[in-house]
């Protein structure tokens, strides 16, 4: 029942911005630290950006530093990324996901993820 629903990927020049929501329902979303994730075909997920269950703290792969900004909203149960200054090297299919806290051992492997939306940077 838990669902993370990504939305507002697209096609952008480079130089332009786009803004991915993530909409969580069916868990305690306010516990969770939240993150976006990137994959390219052929390679793996890479982390690129998270945030803590309060949003007290943020962290970003260095390629984003600078131009992508992760928020979120719990009254809204919504992470967001917004992305600034875009370059064709951002283009991939960009994941949210939801890490269960350490501080409650019993949720340990309530790991949740979307499905993906594409974000394509090109002129």
């Known amino acids: 029942q838990a669902q993370l629903v990504e939305s507002g990927g697209g096609l952008v020049q480079p130089g332009g911005s786009l803004r991915l929501s993530c909409a969580a329902s069916?868990?305690?979303?306010?516990?969770?630290?939240m993150s976006w994730y990137r994959q390219v075909p052929g390679k793996g997920r890479e982390l690129v950006a998270g945030?803590?269950?309060?949003?007290?703290?943020?962290n970003y792969a260095d390629s984003v530093k600078g131009r992508f900004t992760i928020s979120r909203d719990n009254a809204k149960k919504t992470v967001y990324l917004q992305m600034d200054n875009m370059e064709p090297e951002d283009t991939a299919e960009y994941y949210c996901?939801?890490?269960?806290?350490?501080?409650?051992?019993?949720?340990?492997?309530?790991?949740?993820w979307g499905q993906g939306t594409q974000v394509t940077v090109s002129s």
């Open positions: 945030i803590t269950s309060t949003g007290g703290a943020t």
């Open positions: 069916g868990f305690t979303f306010s516990w969770y630290a």
């Open positions: 996901n939801a890490k269960p806290p350490a501080e409650v051992p019993a949720l340990r492997g309530n790991t949740f």
